[in-house]
């Protein structure tokens, strides 16, 4: 069984990351972090054939992601990455991730919202509760210290 979670620089994303390593500790599981990359500089980089930063933006991907896990309790965790790029639409090339990896529970993180916010819900979420055939774990941010 592979738990998932989508990573999301953002307190909301970071409480995502901490839930999916207590799941992925009590049940014994591999966890797994999905990351879509913007598309930005694609085609400046497919002009000149220079990767540029993508090491280093893995690296630094690393690196938030072992921080969000120290901070959480959870630094032992052992995780893996998996990133994929779009061409304009994210949610569609974070569906076909969960699908390729074969994700058996998706982690999410999202802001707490009003009641009207709520029965919205916002658009890239909706897509990925409707087109996700697995279960989806929605997180929600922590409470700010009072």
């Known amino acids: 069984m592979t738990i998932a979670v989508v990573h999301k620089d953002s307190p909301e ?19 797994l972090v999905l990351h879509v990359l913007d598309d930005v500089n694609i085609g400046d980089t497919a002009d000149t054939g220079d990767t540029g930063d993508t090491e280093d933006d893995r690296a630094a991907l690393r690196g938030e992601i072992q921080s969000a896990l120290d901070a959480g309790g959870f630094s032992e965790t052992k995780w893996d990455l998996r990133t994929t790029e779009h061409d304009g639409d994210p949610v569609t090339a974070l569906v076909n991730l969960v699908h390729g990896a074969g994700v058996d529970l998706l982690i999410v993180g999202t802001r707490r919202m009003s009641p009207i916010g709520k029965f919205l819900l916002e658009r890239p979420l ?16 922590p409470l700010p210290a009072e």
Not at 13 to 31: D, H, M, N, P
Not at 126 to 141: D, W
């Open 13 to 31: 994303g970071r409480a995502a990351i901490v839930a999916a390593a207590r799941e992925s500790a009590g049940r014994s599981e591999e966890l």
């Open 126 to 141: 909706q897509r990925l509760l409707l087109e996700v055939e697995a279960p989806i774990l929605v997180v929600k941010e």
